[in-house]
């Protein structure tokens, strides 16, 4: 009679799930080109030229140098993230054999936190709205990053879902909370705030729908990806930084920074 068969263990059974999640080795990736190179050059030098022209405006006293400061760090991070990336460094390879800058991720952590921060004192928004919406922003940022890793694709739009529901809750601090606490201190730092808030949300739902087509589907390019992100980021950091430097004569006398310490 034949031998009777042997069921497999558990143990072998959770084996044999994990080989058939783990990802394929990757024989060729898909690394950025020529023009990706040159977005990321580009994106370098205009961060990191705007960074040293605000290391000499934060030396100048006057009521907005809080505001340099931060719009200083703001590019500062954002230079050494793209120096990171045109160096060959903060990048791996996902599933799908596509190059994964995770450096810019970090660099978003930092930056974006920072521009919420720089929107809340401008707006003069409490504390309390401030650090909700920074923490959210958090979210926003690692939620997408780990949707970037993900190898299961369920678990990766999961992931999206969460970054998403998160960035709805910053959008609206910004397009409302801060807005509403901008309104009451004056028609010109409304102003100003309405011109920043409008730059920021716009850029910000940018950067989702750029995510879907590249660490989601993988329909843009790595270097098509490069780029977009590139001019977001100039937007949402340079401009947002020289429209705060132009609008420097609005803000009262007084250290904003002192009502949150």
Same mark, same amino acid.
Request: neutral net charge; hydrophobic residues 55%; charged residues 10%.
């Given at each position: ?98 190059? $994964? ?76 909370? $801060? ?83």
């Amino acid at each position: 009679s034949a031998p009777p068969v042997s069921e497999p263990s558990t143990m072998a059974i959770f084996e044999m799930l994990a080989q058939s999640l783990a990802p394929t080795a990757c024989t060729t990736i898909e690394e950025v080109g020529s023009t990706g190179v040159g977005a990321l050059t580009v994106a370098f030098l205009v961060l990191a030229i705007t960074a040293i022209i605000f290391i000499a405006r934060s030396s100048v006293p006057g009521p907005e140098r809080p505001h340099i400061y931060i719009c200083l760090y703001i590019c500062g991070v954002a230079a050494l993230g793209y120096f990171a990336m045109l160096s060959g460094q903060g990048w791996t390879a996902i599933a799908g054999c596509r190059q $994964f800058f995770y450096a810019r991720y970090f660099d978003w952590a930092v930056t974006n936190s920072l521009i919420v921060l720089n929107l809340g004192l401008i707006a003069g928004a409490d504390s309390a709205s401030i650090a909700a919406t920074i923490g959210a922003e958090v979210v926003v940022v690692f939620a997408t990053y780990m949707g970037s890793v993900a190898v299961v694709t369920t678990v990766k739009w999961f992931w999206f879902t969460f970054s998403l529901v998160a960035l709805v809750f910053v959008l609206y601090s910004i397009a409302r909370t $801060f807005k509403d606490s901008a309104i009451l201190r004056g028609g010109a730092i409304a102003s100003l705030y309405g011109q920043l808030a409008a730059l920021i949300l716009i850029c910000w739902i940018f950067y989702p729908l750029i995510w879907v087509f590249s660490s989601g589907f993988a329909s843009f390019s790595v270097s098509f990806e490069v780029c977009a992100y590139a001019v977001i980021d100039i937007c949402a950091k340079v401009i947002f930084s020289f429209i705060i430097l132009s609008g420097r004569e609005v803000f009262p006398p007084g250290n904003l920074v002192k009502e949150y310490v």
